[in-house]
């Protein structure tokens, strides 16, 4: 039988073929334990030894499957399982940010023994470094790691944001007493701001005129 190799976490299944008939019985063996010894192991009457979830510690090694083709007789042939450890990512975000600030993000692979990570910088760490973030930074951004055993990633959406900033400014005007007028203003930022206007009463509010009842005793009253 060939040799296996096996991912950590996934199921696996080693067959054991046998030629000719009649054989009396199929048994499989690691370390002189006759299979299976815990609930991760399954042996089917053809012979396959399924073995899930597995775990380099406990399920890497040298299996035999014996068969029994005679009362007193039996064959038996080995196979070395190899389990590989995947990649895990440790979780990162994004914390808040604007245009022209300095951004630093590290993306560690935080399973040991996973040795042959494609990583670009350190062992185990590859740094995202901005040296000073703009608009058109705004986006997903995915750290990557692999080995023998798989490829895994992990990805985050960097949103830089712009404070409001004046593009045109309203200034003080001159108005006419019952005509229209326009004051103008013009702001930027990402998210698009909300503008608003609020309005205080103040000197240059026209006074309220009342007409005056006439007074009889005046000399110029016809």
Known sequence: ?????????????????????????????????????????????????????????????????????????????????????????????????????????????????????????????????ISKVSLEHNGNYTCIASNDAATVSSERQLIVTVPPQFIVQPNNQDGIYGKAGVLNCSVNGYPPPKVMWKHAKGIGNPPTVSPRPADRSDPDHV
């Not at 396959?48 to 406990?58: H, Y």
């Not at 914390?95 to 062992?123: D, F, Q």
């Open 1 to 129: 039988m060939r040799n296996i190799t096996a991912v950590a976490g996934r199921n696996t299944f080693i067959t054991c073929r046998v030629i000719g008939y009649p054989y009396y019985s199929i048994k499989w063996y690691k370390d002189a334990l006759l299979l299976p010894d815990n609930h991760r192991q399954v042996v089917y009457e053809n012979g396959t030894l399924k073995l899930s979830d597995v775990q380099k510690g406990m399920d890497e090694g040298a299996y035999v499957c014996s068969v029994l083709i005679q009362p007193q007789l039996s064959i038996s042939q080995s196979v070395y399982v190899t389990v590989k450890v995947p990649p895990l990512i440790q979780p990162f975000d994004f914390p808040p940010t604007s245009i022209g600030k300095l951004m630093y993000i590290a993306c560690v692979e935080i399973v040991p023994g996973s040795a042959g990570v494609n990583i670009e910088t350190k062992e185990f760490m590859s740094s995202l470094q």
